[in-house]
Structure formats: structure tokens, C-alpha cells
């Protein structure tokens, strides 16, 4: 089968052998596959992976010994996969498990192939509702429900979001489906319209001072979610909150951050960080279509150009490219 490799921080595209399946597992053709800013990190060397990258996909079940039911339907899958013997395992959630791999991240082959094997209790059917289009934001709108998960957010709840990359835009129109108090904040006008036309009210500081947004936004918020992807966008989230509220952190950056750990001990604020979420709930939600993410795609290309599609994401302000198979 073609598939992508990394190694090196490089790409190669490679003919390896279709993967053999273990048990309880299953062998999924891919149908459309994400990029998304981890698996650029991938390449950079920073989760230490070599192998076929790639996280966010939908795809129909190829084969499927020991669940022969499952064979042709539509499937997205839950990207941790725990060890299942471990007490983390057993008796808390998977996500966590020390011996995990994680579908092209950590110890185990992704979805930028024409096949990939999954254990098949990651795996969730698709309802006939949801398009391909957009069951493969699946892993990343689990992502971003996972917030809701860990923080009551009600009609009440006041609360601000700060970036407009992918995960920010898709925080901020998930959230708002919780409340009509919130915000985005962001520098791209372009990217900041997706979530305005689906009722988020946004501030656009474009050639501002970066992380002045004390002049920008003068109210204090009960929840600030960091999604800037930047080290300092912590502090901002602090500064927006009120005291004893809840900072959540999505940024993954691999340059250190300082924070204001002052601002937190005398506010007594909470930090919370935050991953990946459940599928589950991401299939719920794409059902019940409260939000469209068509406009959240900027280009497609297949699986053969991927190159291409690497350097068209890696582009700032890039929104999500997809690989086609
Ligand atoms: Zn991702
Ligand atoms: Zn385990």
C-alpha cells in the first residue's frame, strides 16, 4: 500500500506491505485524513515518532475477524490506546495509560496510508448523517468538547477564547453551542469570519501588540481557553479570567512557558489541561449538525501529493488540508 513516512524530518513516500492485524483488531481503508499542527510537530522531531503519521481520519472498515459485522461500514476511532491490563487502564480511562500508543503520534502507524489497523474497541460507526467531510473532524471535535467535559460551562458562563487556529476556531463554535457569552479572540479576519457566520462574537487585533489585550477586552471571564499555540498565551488567559476562574490550557508548546504564577495563587485560579476527548461525544454532536465544518476546509489533495499538502499546511493561517485516498 502507499503510505507516508517520516523519519528524520523527512518525507518519503513510501510501498510497504498492507499491516497484518493482531486480535481484536481491524483493518481500515482510509477515506479522507486530516493535517493537523501535531503532526507538523511530528515532523520537527518533537514527540520523538518515526513511521506513518496521521490522527484525524474516517475511513470503512476493510476486515474485521473477530467483529465481521463491522466490515464495511464507516468508521472514526478514538486515537489512545491503552495497554488494557494496567489499573489506569481497568479502572480509569485509557487516554492515560503510561504504556499507550497513540494512532500516529506515539508507537503506532497513522492514517496517511491507503490502510490502517486499529484495536476495534477504538473504533466508532459513523451515522449516514454526518459526510465524510465532516466525520473526519471527528478527533479534533472531541478535542474540543473534552473542555465541557471538564469545566461546567452553562448559559451563564462568561468565557473567552484565545486563537483562531484550527482547535481555537472549533473550541469557540463548540463552546458557544454551551453559551451565548463568548468570545473569540484572534488575528486573522479570514479565519475569525468561520466562527462569526456560526453566531461567535470575535475580536480581530491584527497589527496590535501582541498580548495586549488588556486595552482590547476589559472584562474578566469566568473560563479563559488558551489555543494560541504560543508559549505566552497562557498569561493572557490569566489576565482575562476572574478570580477563582478557570484557565484551560490546549496549547501544546514545546517552547517553555513562563507563567505569571503570582496571577494564579492570588486569584486562586484552576489550570486545567486539556487533550483529547471522547469520540463519542463528537459523533453526537456532528449529529445533531449545530455546527457546519465544511468551511473549516481549505483544500484537498491526495494521498500521492502529500508533499504538497505538508507545505500547504504548513502555511500560517493555513485552515484544515485533507488527504483524499
Ligand atoms: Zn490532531
Ligand atoms: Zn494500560
Redesign the pocket.
Known sequence: MKAVVFENQKITMADVPIPVLSKNEALVKIHLA?I????VALFFGHHNFAGIPG??FTGVVQSAPEQPDLEGRRVVADINCGCGQCDVCRTRDPRHCANRSVVGIRGRNGVFAEFCVLPLSNLHIVPDGIGDKEAVFA??LA?ALEISRQVKVSESSKVAILGDGKLGLLCAMVLRQFTPNLILIGRHPEKLIIAELQGVRTICRQGGREYETSNIVSEKFDLAVDATGSPAGINEAIRLVRPEGTVVIKTTSFEKSEIDLAGVVVNELNLIGSRCGDIRLAVDFMEKKVIDLHPMIEALYPLDSFEKAFEHAMRKGSRKILIQN
Do not use: L, S
Open positions: 486530516g493537523c499542527a501535531t503532526d490522527h484525524e478527533e479534533p478535542a
